[in-house]
């Protein structure tokens, strides 16, 4: 069996590399797997038992427990669950529980892809060091709370753009502090800064890597 041909997007909240990978899994004909969703769902599952994030042994039951039908109907985009979701994220026994089903998608991706994307923050550096091709997705912090602003406004009237500023830093500061796997540039991964880019532009500037990538395969 040929290796799988994995892409790997790490990035801080709102850097557009979940919207990157997936247009990357459409062009390259590969599977994705949203690893922050993950986080969220054990995030989801805990709040809605009533449970506390920072319990981290109810936390590591939870995502040891883990499936992704039990999130059915389950909304994890909200600021709240954004939130307990990097609280979760620190807690070690959570992250070897997640570990596991995150190696085995891109060793093994579904629906018989030749490979995988996985977005999120510690992919290129913990989960898949060996990837393809690694990307570090950023932009800066105000352009990035604009972006999650847009996002969440419709549904959230009255919302201001300055507390979803000050929950990006602190999820930020957070991500990038903890101990386990933290927020960081794989010393491989490309950086690919969106602060002044369209998505297309974006787009365009990963396919000339991967291109470049394959070529060099081939060759
Ligand atoms: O990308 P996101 O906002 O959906 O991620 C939710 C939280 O999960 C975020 O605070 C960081 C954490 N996360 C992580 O620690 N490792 C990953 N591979 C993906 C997400």
Same mark, same amino acid.
């Given at each position: 069996?040929?290796?799988?041909?994995?892409?790997?997007?790490?990035?801080? /909240? *709102?850097?557009? $590399?979940?919207?990157? *990978?997936?247009?990357?899994?459409?062009?390259?004909?590969? #599977?994705?797997?949203?690893?922050?969703?993950?986080?969220?769902?054990? #995030?989801?599952?805990?709040?809605?038992?009533?449970?506390?994030? #920072?319990?981290?042994?109810?936390?590591?039951?939870? =995502?040891?427990?883990? #499936?992704?039908? $039990?999130?059915?109907?389950?909304?994890?985009?909200?600021?709240?669950?954004?939130?307990?979701?990097?609280?979760?994220?620190?807690?070690?026994?959570?992250?070897? =529980?997640?570990?596991? %089903?995150?190696?085995?998608? =891109?060793?093994?991706?579904?629906?018989? =892809? $030749?490979?995988?994307?996985?977005?999120?923050?510690?992919?290129?550096?913990?989960? +898949?060091?060996? /990837?393809?091709? $690694?990307?570090?997705?950023? /932009?800066?912090?105000?352009?990035?709370?604009?972006?999650?602003?847009?996002?969440? !406004?419709?549904?959230?009237?009255?919302?201001?753009?300055?507390?979803?500023?000050?929950?990006?830093?602190?999820?930020?500061?957070?991500?990038?502090?903890?101990?386990?796997?933290?927020?960081?540039?794989?010393?491989?991964?490309?950086?690919?800064?969106?602060?002044?880019?369209?998505?297309?532009?974006? %787009? /365009?500037? !990963?396919?000339?890597?991967?291109?470049?990538?394959?070529?060099? +395969?081939?060759?």
């Amino acid at each position: 069996m040929q290796t799988p041909f994995v892409i790997a997007l790490d990035g801080p /909240a *709102a850097s557009g $590399k979940g919207t990157l *990978a997936r247009l990357l899994a459409d062009r390259y004909g590969l #599977a994705h797997l949203d690893t922050g969703a993950l986080y969220r769902g054990v #995030a989801w599952l805990i709040l809605d038992l009533g449970g506390d994030p #920072a319990d981290a042994d109810l936390a590591a039951a939870v =995502a040891r427990d883990y #499936a992704t039908e $039990k999130l059915a109907g389950a909304d994890i985009r909200t600021r709240d669950v954004g939130a307990a979701a990097s609280i979760v994220a620190a807690n070690p026994k959570v992250r070897a =529980a997640l570990l596991d %089903f995150q190696r085995r998608f =891109a060793k093994h991706p579904p629906g018989g =892809a $030749k490979g995988a994307v996985l977005d999120g923050r510690d992919i290129g550096t913990v989960v +898949c060091p060996d /990837a393809a091709v $690694k990307f570090f997705v950023t /932009a800066s912090p105000r352009v990035r709370a604009r972006r999650r602003w847009r996002e969440l !406004a419709p549904s959230r009237p009255g919302l201001e753009e300055s507390a979803v500023y000050d929950d990006l830093l602190e999820r930020d500061a957070r991500d990038a502090a903890r101990a386990d796997a933290p927020l960081t540039r794989a010393d491989d991964a490309e950086l690919l800064d969106t602060t002044h880019l369209s998505i297309d532009a974006a %787009f /365009a500037a !990963a396919c000339r890597v991967i291109d470049g990538v394959f070529r060099r +395969c081939e060759s």
